[in-house]
């Protein structure tokens, strides 16, 4: 599935996801987190990794 495909089915642009992918955004909605698992049949935490000394 490309970006494009995946940003129309979760509703928010390919610039925002592609803003997502790269890890350029410290944060996202789980409204956005879930229709992004949804869509991958994934859970969070395959998407997500905990950066203990991330600020």
Known sequence: MTL???SE???ISVTNLSLLKTGK???MRFSTL???C???GCQPSDLLEHLPDFV
């Open 4 to 6: 494009t495909e995946l």
């Open 38 to 40: 949804k869509e991958l």
């Open 34 to 36: 879930d229709a992004i």
């Open 25 to 27: 955004v410290k944060g």
């Open 9 to 11: 089915r979760i509703g």
